[in-house]
């Protein structure tokens, strides 16, 4: 016979169903009904939230990869100068593209147009485009601002499979950045 769960009782009773954790007294009986209600909870938010993100849009995934892929883009660049105005990065700055994500996705993920930029030269500037041009020649070299500047028209639909895997891989950039960072 099984002891009852309440460590104030801790008494030997007889099971009638399957899997019970305490036993019939009022006190036992209400702790093993919150049990279950507790485990009836917390299944459906599992339900609830695996629901949600089988669920999820495009466009809410494209705003998570967005998000991770910026996060990898700062920590990359962390310590650099401002690629448009050359300041030093320090406290804010934004992950600026040389091609707006905006006007090209097929480059929003690109990491060779994604750069450290102050906010003043990004927000304030609207990019600072020549400037960071003249920068992004320095970085990646004529051939690759040119390569970014070709494929400038070039359009993208990103799948809903394809943005996770996205989201996943930056997840694991920014963890391995991290783990560099701090060994």
Known sequence: MP????PECREKFETKTF????CYRDECNNLE??????KAIKKAEQAKRKHKKDNETVQDLMKK?????NEFIRIRDKGKNCISCLSEL???YDAGHYVSS??????????RNVHGQCVHCNQHKHGNLISYREGLEERIGIVWVQHLEVR???TANYTREELRHLI????????DLKKGITD
Do not use: I
């Not at 905006?102 to 990491?111: D, I, P, Q, W």
């Open 3 to 6: 002891r009852c769960s309440n």
């Open 19 to 22: 899997n019970r954790k305490y």
């Open 90 to 92: 320090k406290g804010k």
């Open 152 to 154: 400038r028209n070039e």
């Open 33 to 38: 009904y919150e049990r279950l209600k507790a």
């Open 168 to 175: 996943n891989q930056y997840k694991q950039k920014v963890k």
């Open 102 to 111: 905006g006007s090209c996705k097929a480059l929003t993920f690109n990491e």
């Open 65 to 69: 990869a967005q998000k991770v892929f």
